[in-house]
């Protein structure tokens, strides 16, 4: 599969788990709870598959890329509103409706002017090599036990974080 077509596959997976947030009850916390907690990490990941493969080997065929950036800074303070808001609490569903537009306008941005520019330049093996890339270092993240650890414990302190998001890396 070539790259774009891997990010686009994840990319429905975020959308998936979005609406399955979305379709869950306020009296079932613990289940959102965990859906959250999904999203959360697989963002996350996302961001950090597109960091370290995608962005890098696309600068020169998109311009967007920066764009795509600023984007990631905006996903990431809208996750962090979610999650400090929680699932017990009142304006919930607002935040999590807030959070879907915002990674349907990222995801779509990227499909259909990032994906498609890309799809255009780059020579389909490249494109095909980074798509294995991306899908293996995908694997090889969620089966991290340190990766885990990481993702708890931002979990945890985007939920203790006041103010923002925002903090060194």
Do not use: C, N
Not at 29 to 47: F, M
Not at 97 to 102: G, I, M, P, S
Not at 127 to 153: C, N, P
């Amino acid at each position: 599969m070539r790259a774009t077509e891997v990010l686009t596959a994840h990319h429905d997976e975020l959308r998936s788990l979005l609406a399955e947030l979305a379709r869950l009850p306020g009296d079932r916390a613990e289940e959102r709870q965990r859906v959250l907690d999904r999203l959360v990490d697989e963002l996350s990941l996302h961001e950090q598959l597109e960091d370290e493969i995608f962005y890098p080997s696309v600068t020169a065929a998109s311009p967007m890329v920066a764009v795509a950036h600023a984007e990631h800074r905006y996903l990431e303070d809208q996750v962090a509103v979610v999650v400090r808001t929680g699932p017990r609490r009142a304006g919930f569903d607002e935040e999590v409706r807030v959070l879907t537009a915002a990674v349907e306008h990222h995801a779509g941005h990227e499909e259909s002017e990032m994906f498609t520019e890309v799809d255009a330049k780059l020579d389909a093996d490249v494109l095909d090599d980074m798509g294995a890339r991306i899908a293996a270092r995908l694997e090889k993240l969620r089966g991290s036990r340190t990766t885990q650890l990481r993702l708890r414990v931002k979990r945890e302190v985007l939920r203790r974080t006041p103010g923002g998001a925002r903090r060194p890396r």
